[in-house]
């Protein structure tokens, strides 16, 4: 098909009807952003501009959407590298403020999970050291091995923190999911989950999302968002280096393409050492344990109408499944559907009766990360990283079939 260039803008001329379909280029977007006239806005204040502008004006308009979330995210960690001690050491178990992080990768590297417990304390765990590392405190570190002519140590005590260590980096296996289900309990009895606490017969739903605010409800189909795409995790600069655990695109979706049950994840990695811990927070759930909440913003570049079409979604058009969390087995049953204008506003009518609900998620700082990125991108100090590659559909999500559970 016949191109012609206009300003930067590459229109394509549709075979059927000659309607021309407007394109930019991640290069075209990146140079206004060097000139400083790229348009950036948040998926929220997208919104109004369509309603001003419509769909094509919008497309025409904005350069780049930018997204946020700020949530629990369980599935987190950090790699942390000491460096050597002398005489030298190979730790195989390895304990920071007492919360033990697998050693089974190097000599001195080690993995920090955020949900893993201290020894002697359930309040305080992978979640808090990382926290803790980010502010800059000092890390009591106690590690053991067995001993070897090349590593002769057996046993180490120091103490760390970001500045006597080498690197410090998250590395998050499942990040931003792509819609959660909104979480209810109909037992008789008070449950305590990852999705908060639930009272019985229907007492409360617990939700965990920003909405039209969030990343990859903004791109449901992940046309922009693949491995290589630049971010802002925690504050700082990060990327996404592949697809989360439990990604899946095969989940069912509305027409306009937002996915109503969790659907894609992000393996994400960010430079621990320069974020900022008011956007790393540690969380204790009762009778679950301990999480850690991750602010996240990703930029969305506007290439062409139907890209902007799906930045401007609403919470209204965002549906969600509610949950029994209050089920004994994992194959918990199905038991409404919501969308998340009404889950927002804080009370739904539900099972009969009024019902409150309770949010998870952090929209205060979400906004916030959406607009750091947005005033970034804004002043020239941060690009649009085109993915190397995008993500393909998946198969079916795997359950695991045990020979003894108990």
Not at 73 to 94: D, E, Q, V, Y
Not at 192 to 206: F, H, K
Not at 319 to 329: H, R, V
Not at 332 to 348: D, H, K
Request: some cysteine; proline content about 5%; charged content about 20%.
């Amino acid at each position: 098909m016949p191109y012609v260039h206009f300003t930067g803008i590459f229109l394509k001329r549709e075979q059927r009807g000659h309607k021309q379909q407007m394109k930019k280029s991640y290069e075209y977007i990146n140079s206004r952003i060097s000139k400083g006239e790229a348009v950036v806005v948040t998926a929220e204040e997208i919104i109004d501009i369509v309603k001003e502008k419509g769909f094509r004006g919008a497309a025409e308009y904005v350069d780049v959407v930018t997204t946020g979330t700020f949530g629990p995210m369980c599935s987190s960690g950090a790699f942390l590298n000491f460096g050597h001690s002398r005489p030298p050491i190979r730790m195989a178990k390895t304990y920071l403020n007492n919360v033990e992080s697998y050693s089974g990768v190097a000599a001195v590297d080690t993995y920090i999970g955020a949900t893993q417990q201290a020894e002697d304390n359930e309040t305080y765990g992978g979640a808090h050291v990382i926290h803790d590392l980010i502010c800059g405190k000092d890390i009591a570190l106690r590690a053991y091995a067995k001993g070897s002519d090349c590593y002769p140590a057996k046993e180490i005590h120091a103490t760390i923190n970001k500045h006597t260590i080498n690197e410090a980096f998250l590395f998050n296996p499942r990040n931003c999911y792509q819609n959660y289900n909104a979480a209810t309990n109909a037992s008789r009895e008070t449950k305590y989950t990852y999705m908060g606490v639930l009272r019985p017969e229907y007492g409360n739903i617990n939700y965990s999302t920003t909405g039209e605010l969030s990343p990859l409800l903004n791109d449901p189909f992940l046309k922009t968002i693949g491995i290589g795409t630049r971010i802002l995790i925690g504050g700082a600069d990060g990327y996404v280096s592949w697809q989360g655990t439990q990604f899946n695109m095969l989940a069912p979706r509305e027409e306009n393409g937002v996915p109503f049950a969790p659907s894609a994840t992000l393996t994400l990695i960010g430079d621990m050492k320069k974020m900022l811990p008011e956007y790393i927070k540690p969380a204790i759930f009762r009778g679950y344990g301990i999480s850690l909440y991750i602010g996240v913003a990703i930029p969305i570049p506007i290439l062409d109408e139907d890209i902007l079409r799906h930045t401007a979604v609403t919470n209204d058009s965002i549906y969600t499944q509610i949950i029994n969390y209050g089920a004994a087995d994992a194959e918990r049953e199905v038991v409404g559907r919501v969308n998340y204008r009404q889950l927002m506003s804080g009370q739904i009518e539900f099972m009969g009766k009024q019902v409150r609900t309770y949010p998870l998620s952090g929209m205060k700082k979400a906004r916030e990360m959406a607009n750091m990125l947005k005033n970034k991108i804004s002043n020239g100090e941060f690009f649009i990283q085109q993915p190397v590659e995008l993500f393909k559909e998946n198969e079916a999500l795997k359950i695991l079939k045990p020979d003894v559970i108990v």
